[in-house]
């Protein structure tokens, strides 16, 4: 059975960065595209960085582009968001995702506030 188990999130102050890891277990990792999703207190989850099989292909929301960094490790079954100057926006329970297989880790969550 496969598990998404996320860590790392917290409270941080605007500007200030966290690191975001996602521990994979139950799947062959390196045959599979993952991505980070957040969801917003009200809002909708939405998409925020995709990463390939082997790290080959990366693409990140608007939003976060330029501050954000999404990198896998497969031979530690591992993805990572490094996340950079985090903003209140930011503020949101993130997830990993198995694009292909439709598993969901059950989130950490990040707050962004003074």
């Known amino acids: 059975q496969v598990h998404l188990v996320e860590s790392g999130g917290g409270l941080v102050q605007p500007g200030g960065s966290l690191r975001l890891s996602c521990a994979a277990s139950?799947?062959?990792?390196?045959?599979?595209?993952m991505r980070w999703y957040r969801q917003a207190p009200g809002k909708e989850r939405e998409l925020v960085a995709h990463i390939s099989a082997y790290g080959g292909i990366r693409d990140y929301r608007d939003s976060v582009k330029g501050r954000f960094t999404i990198s896998r490790d497969n031979a530690k079954n591992t993805v990572d968001l490094q996340m950079n100057n985090l903003k209140p926006e930011d503020t949101a329970v993130y997830y990993c995702?198995?694009?292909?297989?439709?598993?969901w880790g059950k989130g950490t969550l990040v707050t962004v506030s003074s």
């Open positions: 995702h198995v694009p292909t297989l439709d598993y």
């Open positions: 139950g799947l062959t990792f390196s045959n599979y595209n």
